[in-house]
């Protein structure tokens, strides 16, 4: 190889399938794996605790990868243009290669660096995000971003032609410790106390664990993904999605694993929902506001409840007196993550039986969730709340109890997360106030909850009437 390449890793943590890799190696330069811890540059969105203890993991497993071909991960804390810069001369180097990310922030950042990388004269490249679509290559016949996501998956399926897998590289060459380098333990990303403890029974990040959970998905789970996906107590999600936005796996690497599966309309299920991921993306790229503020300005006026501590804090600690709303809100402490259905009825539950601003959800998923994505975690709250692309309209309110009923019939998902209620009956989990319960026998649960629902949406209704009755602007 006749020059140095500095590879700069980001939220793309494997080996396989990976461009800026790829492109150093193409280019005939040695790859230098560089990492830069710089949270700061991220915004108002910087990476949340539960994504830097998995972060912390999936450092140490990208270096492991690396060592055993011969590399090693070189980190660094700091201003990344400067880091770059400054390392791009001490070894000097030819060129920097990343992937994209598509985060406003991030976007504008990278932008900068890649002018100024230029101007010194190197070659500075950013290459493929790992998504089957860039957010540009899909446009209505209009010529516009999408809104609605059904005619995205239609334009994504008559273009579908992801990239062949890639393997990754059998041996990379070493490089000696650069100036200001330390160490990932240094970036104190793991929780202290360690209350992340949990999360790893159920999670291996890193590239092989990605690969793991796809193998155990095709196994258990999508042969009986449309029916199984709703019904939190069954586990038959892929459980893909921090590894999806830590980059240990890619969309593409996924969809040819499917496709050698079998099990045809189990498996267009579950790419249409790696397409609803594009479509986050898409959103955000476009709309970069939105991660802020409502897509749909109707809502700006809305009158959103003060939030009011005492029942933010029962939502978040799951003390509702809400039985599915709080076995989902004590899955996502103990785990790092919920189960998608769930996710949908705490989201409603906070937006219209309580009335908070969407935002004060996404702040909250942002920082306990492991898969914490922007584009997801954006659009997925403001569909919930009604004031987004493609949203669910703000008059559909989920009610918790029938929600329960009838994806957890026999309680068993509740039970597991709320222990206080497994003694009950199955069907008095649902709602144990409906059915009698006695204070004693919910060993300290509420004994109701903190919110008439057909009061709360009765409220929730009453101020949409409020914003619908507003003309729209021309």
């Not at 309580?354 to 998923?365: D, N, P, S, T, Y």
Request: net charge positive; proline share 9%; hydrophobic share 45%.
């Amino acid at each position: 190889m006749s020059g140095t390449a500095l590879v700069w890793f980001r939220d793309d943590l494997r080996l396989r399938d990976h461009p800026a890799l790829q492109a150093a190696l193409r280019s005939g330069l040695a790859p230098l794996p560089v990492y830069i811890h710089a949270p700061s540059e991220e915004g108002p969105w910087a990476p949340g605790a539960a994504s830097d203890a998995w972060r912390h993991r999936s450092l140490l497993a990208l270096d492991t990868q690396l060592r055993e071909r011969g590399s090693r991960l070189h980190v660094f804390a700091g201003a990344s243009g400067d880091v770059l810069e400054a390392r791009a001369a001490a070894c000097g180097a030819a060129a920097v290669f990343w992937n994209r990310r598509h985060e406003p922030a991030v976007d504008r950042r990278d932008e900068g660096i890649r002018r100024r990388l230029r101007r010194l004269g190197l070659r500075a490249e950013a290459l493929g995000s790992g998504l089957l679509f860039e957010p540009w290559q899909l446009e209505t016949r209009a010529g516009e971003p999408f809104r609605v996501f059904t005619p995205f998956w239609t334009a994504a399926r008559r273009r579908w032609n992801p990239p062949a897998p890639s393997p990754a590289p059998a041996r990379l060459p070493g490089f000696d410790a650069l100036p200001g380098e330390t160490t990932i333990a240094a970036l104190a990303l793991q929780p202290a106390p360690r209350w992340d403890a949990g999360f790893w029974q159920r999670w291996t990040p890193g590239e092989a664990g990605a690969g793991q959970a796809l193998d155990a998905f095709i196994e258990t789970g999508l042969p009986d993904y449309r029916a199984g996906r709703d019904l939190p107590a069954r586990g038959l999600t892929s459980r893909l999605s921090p590894h999806l936005h830590f980059g240990e796996a890619t969309p593409a690497r996924i969809a040819a694993a499917l496709a050698d599966a079998g099990h045809a309309a189990e498996r267009e299920a579950f790419i249409r929902e790696l397409a609803w991921r594009e479509f986050g993306r898409h959103v955000l790229h476009h709309f970069p506001h939105t991660s802020e503020r409502n897509f749909n300005p109707r809502f700006d006026d809305f009158p959103w409840a003060p939030p009011e501590p005492r029942l933010l804090r029962a939502w978040q600690r799951g003390r509702t007196g809400l039985p599915l709303v709080d076995a989902g809100m004590r899955e996502l402490w103990a785990t790092g993550w919920m189960h998608n259905r769930v996710r949908m009825v705490v989201a409603s539950f906070l937006t219209k039986h309580l009335r908070m601003h969407w935002l004060h959800g996404a702040r909250w998923f942002w920082d306990t969730l492991v898969d914490a994505d922007l584009g997801n975690n954006t659009l997925g709250w403001q569909w919930a709340a009604g004031t987004g692309v493609d949203a669910a309209p703000y008059f559909r309110v989920f009610n918790p109890v029938l929600q329960a009923q009838r994806f957890d019939p026999g309680g068993e998902y509740i039970a597991r997360w709320v222990p206080e209620l497994a003694a009950l009956p199955p069907r008095a989990r649902h709602a144990p106030w409906l059915a009698g319960a006695r204070r004693k026998d919910l060993g300290g649960y509420p004994a109701s909850p903190v919110v008439d629902l057909a009061e709360g949406r009765a409220a929730a209704l009453a101020a949409f009437e409020q914003v619908r009755a507003v003309p729209r602007l021309s």
